[in-house]
């Protein structure tokens, strides 16, 4: 079947942080990434929203690595292709993107949905992963049902941060364009992650990860809960975990520069 | 042709639920605690009453819906309460405003009930076709982002099944079933009336003027059920259609007593119950992710951005905006006529039926009076529904289908031990017919 192009659409800009991004075609969806610094290459898989922007984690991140941000397909500037469906779609997307930009041994972090991905795409492809940190993931079922994010709405700030003073710079405007923008990043999160939640056959795989991983947990995350990052730490062959005091979900919101530094350090002792 | 046709509708709401400064949603999230199954076989069985009882007043047709997790109403398994109905009716058109298609893996099962049903009933029913509300994906194991695409695949499966001799292999983006050959297959053809109700997606309305369905609104003012329907002749125009005005159908809660002052008596508190509290949801469990494209979320955010929420509307507001209509009999037809029938252009009202908390026995004398003062104003001479001046889609008795049908087309034989042939079933317990069977000289009956 022939690779089928998808046009990129106009979308609004924050009014905080944005920068215009780079764009890679990866067979046929146009991939925004944002890049910035000097030294080992770094990937960050963000999660399920805040996208379009440079945020301070980013900026604290490339003062000591390559540090390259991508935007999911169906996420920021990155259009959706109507065929996607599933993680597997983003594992060889993202394939695919590497190999373009050259990128061999990869040292990926992945945050909440982002850690998600970055799991998937280790358990398929180990030997291409150097390092793997996921911050907050999802993707393995806990032994509690999670509350339902799809329900929260408006109310999803006060899920996912403790200090809502980190959210302010980074929440959408509430115009009709941002509000309709981000339903349609929603709407790529639910073709991917309405139903089920997790995936049971990821966690089955993961032993198949045997480079150095690191699960940076929040103290009090109470949209995707800290089991799932102990679950993931035990079942990753070589992992260990640290907590980030004080902060909900929005670990490297609310605690950029330490969560920044806990994985400059780990990849620096730990990267081939 | 009557200028108007009335049909009753029944959600089997459950008013026993906390008040609304004390329940945040009576959708998804109310526990179900609240219901209790002593009260629900009331509950139940008053409306169901109801249901049947549009046939002897008179109406034109009798409706049910499906909802899910939610006291708005107890219909989840909606083709149930028809079967109910069904069997309490003897001619009037039963309607299924359900069933809600993307939420089930196996659209088959839909074909093959409303099949039964259409069967059983003699023709009698008229299959809606429903996305659901966004509400009813948050208790189900469907994404609200595929409710689109597992809607129109489903009824594309489901048209077929109905249309086309199985078996047939279905092997689509959403469903692939090898071998779909739904035993029975309806009595209406090319297939039963389809309905498909709307909150002004033009994919909707586009769909209906090209298949030739009935479109129907739900619970929103008339300035906007208007826009809806103009865009619907609009489209109509477009394409060469002529509007067909019995195929545009609107739900508006209608409550009509003895005097205009009686009747507000009467409505007010069960009518605001609807909206202050049935329909009490977060403004976003409507709309879930995916549940419209990013174009028709937009559309629909610039359209409702004008509006109150609904729990705040007054009974002032519903009244003045037309989310209901109440009043004297004549006053209420004086209302239909002009606006519905003339303005809107109209041709079906769903107004009447177990709306809100209100008990039964007020139900039925709104019915009543209603069948007797309201909707002779739409009916020609001699008062009758439309549907009983058509000829039944099946023989009223034994005699009848014998006169009409003769034989079965595909006659019945059956093997028996020790006989070479077969025999026919309507004589296999003649004595006869089995010992020259065994003798080997009764052949089979020629076939059709």
């Given at each position: 079947m022939a690779i089928q192009t998808i046009a990129r659409e106009a979308v609004p800009k924050p009014r905080n942080y944005y920068t215009e991004p780079s764009f890679l075609d990866v067979e046929g969806v146009p991939t925004a990434y944002r890049r910035k610094g000097a030294g080992k290459s770094v990937v960050f898989l963000h999660g399920a929203g805040l996208t379009r922007m440079w945020l301070p984690f980013y900026e604290r991140m490339s003062a000591s690595f390559d540090f390259i941000a991508p935007e999911h397909p169906g996420f920021g500037e990155t259009p959706m292709p109507p065929w996607l469906r599933s993680f597997d779609d983003y594992v060889l997307h993202y394939h695919e993107f590497f190999r373009k930009l050259g990128l061999q041994k990869i040292n990926l972090v992945g945050f909440s949905l982002g850690g998600w991905t970055a799991a998937e795409f280790a358990s398929f492809y180990p030997d291409a992963v150097d390092t793997l940190t996921l911050i907050v993931p999802a993707g393995l079922r806990a032994d509690h049902p999670l509350p339902d994010v799809f329900q929260d709405g408006p109310d999803l700030p006060l899920r996912l941060f403790n200090d809502l003073s980190k959210a302010i710079d980074v929440a959408p405007d509430p115009t009709p364009e941002e509000i309709t923008f981000g339903y349609g990043e929603a709407t790529t999160f639910a073709r991917l992650a309405w139903t089920p939640r997790y995936n049971l056959a990821l966690e089955r795989r993961l032993h198949r990860v045997t480079a150095p991983a690191l699960v940076i947990r929040a103290e009090d995350d109470r949209l995707i809960s800290d089991e799932i990052a102990v679950k993931y730490r035990r079942a990753l062959p070589n992992a260990r975990d640290l907590i980030v005091p004080g902060t909900g979900h929005a670990a490297i919101h609310e605690e950029p520069q330490l969560v920044a530094e806990a994985i400059g350090r780990f990849i620096s002792e730990n990267a081939s | 042709m009557n200028s108007l046709d009335f049909f009753v509708f029944n959600t089997i709401h459950y008013p026993f639920i906390p008040p609304p400064e004390e329940n945040r949603s009576s959708w998804v999230t109310l526990s179900n605690k609240y219901f209790d199954p002593e009260l629900g076989y009331t509950v139940y069985n008053d409306a169901l009453e109801v249901s049947a009882s549009a046939e002897k007043f008179g109406y034109d047709g009798t409706l049910v819906n499906e909802h899910h997790a939610t006291a708005w109403g107890l219909q989840p398994a909606p083709n149930l309460s028809a079967m109910h109905i069904v069997a309490n009716t003897k001619h009037i058109p039963v309607g299924i405003i359900g069933n809600a298609l993307p939420l089930y893996n196996n659209p088959v099962r839909v074909a093959e009930e409303i099949a039964m049903l259409d069967?059983?009933?003699?023709?009698?029913?008229?299959?809606?076709?429903?996305?659901?509300?966004?509400?009813?994906?948050?208790?189900?194991?469907?994404?609200?982002?595929?409710?689109?695409?597992?809607?129109?695949?489903?009824?594309?499966?489901?048209?077929?099944?109905?249309?086309?001799?199985?078996?047939?292999?279905?092997?689509?983006?959403?469903?692939?079933?090898?071998?779909?050959?739904?035993?029975?297959?309806?009595?209406?053809?090319?297939?039963?009336?389809?309905?498909?109700?709307?909150?002004?997606?033009?994919?909707?309305?586009?769909?209906?003027?090209?298949?030739?369905?009935?479109?129907?609104?739900?619970?929103?003012?008339?300035?906007?059920?208007?826009?809806?329907?103009?865009?619907?002749?609009?489209?109509?125009?477009?394409?060469?259609?002529?509007?067909?005005?019995?195929?545009?159908?609107?739900?508006?809660?209608?409550?009509?007593?003895?005097?205009?002052?009686?009747?507000?008596?009467?409505?007010?508190?069960?009518?605001?119950?609807?909206?202050?509290?049935?329909?009490?949801?977060?403004?976003?469990?409507?709309?879930?992710?995916?549940?419209?494209?990013?174009?028709?979320?937009?559309?629909?955010?610039?359209?409702?951005?004008?509006?109150?929420?609904?729990?705040?509307?007054?009974?002032?507001?519903?009244?003045?905006?037309?989310?209901?209509?109440?009043?004297?009999?004549?006053?209420?037809?004086?209302?239909?006529?002009?606006?519905?029938?003339?303005?809107?252009?109209?041709?079906?009202?769903?107004?009447?039926?177990?709306?809100?908390?209100?008990?039964?026995?007020?139900?039925?004398?709104?019915?009543?009076?209603?069948?007797?003062?309201?909707?002779?104003?739409?009916?020609?001479?001699?008062?009758?529904?439309?549907?009983?001046?058509?000829?039944?889609?099946?023989?009223?008795?034994?005699?009848?289908?014998?006169?009409?049908?003769?034989?079965?087309?595909?006659?019945?034989?059956?093997?028996?031990?020790?006989?070479?042939?077969?025999?026919?079933?309507?004589?296999?317990?003649?004595?006869?017919?089995?010992?020259?069977?065994?003798?080997?000289?009764?052949?089979?009956?020629?076939?059709?």
């Open positions: - | 069967v059983i009933s003699g023709g009698r029913i008229i299959s809606g076709f429903v996305v659901g509300t966004g509400m009813e994906y948050f208790s189900a194991p469907v994404s609200p982002a595929f409710a689109r695409e597992r809607f129109w695949e489903a009824h594309d499966l489901i048209l077929k099944a109905w249309t086309q001799e199985g078996p047939f292999a279905w092997e689509g983006e959403h469903f692939h079933i090898p071998h779909v050959n739904p035993w029975p297959r309806p009595i209406q053809k090319p297939f039963p009336e389809i309905w498909i109700p709307g909150l002004g997606s033009a994919e909707t309305i586009r769909k209906c003027v090209e298949k030739g369905y009935h479109y129907m609104t739900v619970f929103s003012p008339k300035w906007m059920v208007k826009k809806f329907f103009d865009s619907y002749r609009e489209y109509a125009e477009k394409i060469g259609v002529v509007v067909d005005r019995k195929k545009l159908k609107l739900a508006v809660m209608t409550y009509v007593a003895e005097t205009e002052a009686q009747a507000h008596r009467e409505a007010k508190a069960h009518l605001q119950w609807i909206y202050n509290t049935g329909l009490r949801h977060p403004q976003h469990y409507h709309g879930p992710p995916g549940y419209s494209t990013k174009q028709g979320f937009a559309a629909m955010m610039a359209l409702r951005g004008s509006l109150p929420e609904q729990p705040n509307l007054t009974y002032e507001e519903l009244l003045r905006d037309r989310y209901i209509i109440v009043g004297t009999p004549q006053q209420v037809g004086e209302i239909l006529h002009e606006e519905y029938v003339e303005e809107l252009g109209i041709g079906g009202l769903i107004g009447m039926g177990t709306w809100g908390s209100m008990p039964k026995w007020m139900i039925m004398k709104g019915l009543q009076l209603a069948a007797e003062e309201l909707l002779p104003l739409f009916r020609e001479k001699g008062g009758k529904p439309d549907y009983l001046k058509k000829a039944p889609l099946v023989p009223g008795s034994v005699a009848e289908r014998a006169a009409t049908f003769g034989k079965p087309k595909y006659p019945s034989l059956l093997k028996v031990d020790g006989i070479a042939g077969s025999i026919p079933r309507e004589t296999a317990h003649v004595a006869e017919v089995i010992d020259s069977a065994r003798n080997g000289k009764v052949t089979a009956p020629t076939t059709v």
